[in-house]
C-alpha cells in the first residue's frame, strides 16, 4: 500500500493537472459561447465540473491533512503544504465563486478576465504543490 506521501503526490498531480486543463482550455472557451446560449452553457459546466473538483479537494483537504499531522515530515515541508492549500481553497471560495455567480446571470467580459486571474492564481499553486510533494519524497 503506498505511503502518505505517495498519495498526496498523486492527489496535488491531479489536482494540478485538472487545473491546467480548466485555465488553458475550460475558461478561455467560455468567451467563445455566443449570448443567449451562454448561461445555458454555463450552467451545465457547473455542473458537470463539480463532479471532478469535489472529490480533487476532498482527496487534497485529506492528504494534505496527513501530510500535516506527519511527524516524519520537516515544518517547512507541513507549513508549505497547508498554505499552498489555503491559497487554492481561498482564490476558489474569495476569487473563483464570486466570478462564476456573475458570469451565471449572463456574459461578463471583466468577471471572465478575474475569473481568469483567480485561476491562474490557482493553477500557480496546484503546480507548486505538486512540486512540493514530488520534493516531499525525495530523499
Known amino acids: 500500500m503506498p505511503d502518505v506521501l505517495t498519495v498526496h503526490l498523486m492527489a496535488t498531480c491531479a489536482y494540478a493537472g485538472f487545473q491546467w486543463t480548466i485555465r488553458v482550455v475550460a475558461y478561455p472557451q467560455l468567451a467563445e ?3 443567449p446560449a451562454f448561461t445555458t452553457y454555463l450552467a451545465a459546466y457547473q455542473r458537470r465540473v463539480t463532479y471532478l473538483v469535489g472529490p480533487l479537494f476532498a482527496a487534497l483537504v485529506v492528504t494534505t491533512a496527513l501530510v500535516a499531522l506527519d511527524g516524519d515530515v520537516g515544518d517547512v515541508g507541513r507549513v508549505l503544504s497547508v498554505l499552498l492549500l489555503g491559497v487554492v ?3 476558489t471560495a474569495f476569487a473563483a465563486v464570486p466570478q ?6 449572463g456574459w461578463d467580459a471583466a468577471a471572465h478576465r478575474r475569473l481568469l486571474t483567480a485561476d491562474t492564481v490557482r493553477v500557480v499553486a496546484a503546480t507548486l504543490d505538486a512540486a512540493l510533494a514530488l520534493a516531499l519524497l525525495s530523499p
Open 89 to 91: 481553497l481561498g482564490a
Open 100 to 105: 462564476h455567480s456573475r458570469l451565471s446571470a
Open 33 to 35: 459561447v455566443p449570448g
